[in-house]
């Protein structure tokens, strides 16, 4: 057996993730009891000086990468795919929801097939392809934001059909607009298949909100951005989220598509709710400059990206570079790697809680992170 001491576990409440823990492993290395350290304990083993353990990120809204769009696969970019699942799991990332915003519906459906085969060949020691993240079509069209008005569509039960019949249980997340006639009848249908309903591109107001959360909508898709913001008239689904709890707030971390007081505000109000993702184009992992996103320009600078009439599309930066950022705003590390990590397990249901997120794996899957002097905030494998 092996001991490794004064670790730090992430938590979103203040002051939470302070407290020393010692883990215990086997002899492959795997977690198999976390326990708090008593007041003034001392305890033999390895010490970690206060550094964090947590699973490594969970991306629920990824758009693509290494000049891939997932709305575009095709069975010959399998190897390029598989090439940016092993970068993923470098860059600290477990598995992701692959995100298809939207696209006509052949070019969906032929991407759904092929992520349903890229998902048969996962390997350990790579990241993981959970079920796609559908953003669109049902969408707002004064919220459509970067998407093409061309393939927006009326959400009904056809559909939705026509999109997803036989991929049903290739989803795992669906953003649409839920103030739009139809929405209801298909959000119904959604839960029935086990998909969770985000509120996104949307020109919901409070009440629309409220009715739609109780209909069974569980996330915001980045919050802020491409939906009516807060406003102390007017709350607007986030307002309304923030105020009935429980509502996932996914939140994009670079520091332009929300200003960073209000992701501390937004902490400070919800902390439990934020789930951070990267919103990362097919770009992420290419360097800055111009880019092809289907027919149009993208324009990549400093990692975010912009049509070419300064639409605001998303970024290239990676998923948990947003929870160093979150970090250095709202001075609550713990908070921001468990934003990224345990939050969207929760999400999503993967799991019910952080000690079975970490007890039962190897250490070698599990991230360390180290706070500097300095307070800046990295990480590492954990073994």
Known sequence: MRRITDVRLPAPEPGASDALHWLELDSRGTIVDIQPTAGGESLAGESWCGDWVSPRGIDLQINGGLGLAFPELTSDDLPRLIELLDQLWADGVEAISPTLVTCGIEPLREALGVLRQARSLHEPGRCRLLGAHLEGPFLAEARRGAHPLEHLAPPSLTALKQRIAG???????????????????????LQDHGVLVALGHSAAKAEDAKKAYAAGVGM???????????????????????????IALGLIADGVHVAPTMAVLL?????????????????????????????????????????????????????????????????RPGAAIWSATVAPRLTIDL???????????????LLRWNQSETGELSWQSAA
Not at 220 to 246: D, K, S, V, Y
Not at 308 to 318: H, I, N, Q, R, S
Not at 351 to 365: C, D, M
Request: charged share 20%; glycine share 10%; with cysteine.
């Open 167 to 189: 991929f049903e249980d290739d989803i795992a997340l669906m953003t649409l607009a839920p103030e739009l006639e139809g929405a209801d009848a298909v959000i119904a249908e």
């Open 220 to 246: 915001i898709t980045h919050a802020f951005n491409a939906m009516p913001g807060l406003h102390h008239r007017a709350p607007g689904p986030l307002g309304e989220a923030c105020r009935q709890g429980g």
């Open 267 to 331: 902490q400070r109000l919800a902390p439990k709710q934020i789930v951070l993702v990267s919103d990362a184009l097919a770009p992420y992992g290419l360097a800055d400059g111009e880019h092809r996103w289907d027919e149009r320009v993208l324009l990549v600078r400093n990692g975010t990206c912009r049509l070419e009439d300064g639409t605001l599309a998303g970024v290239t930066l990676p998923l948990l570079e947003g929870v160093k950022r979150l970090a250095s705003w709202t001075e």
């Open 351 to 365: 799991a019910s809680s952080l000690g079975n997120s970490l007890i039962g794996q190897p250490l070698n899957t």
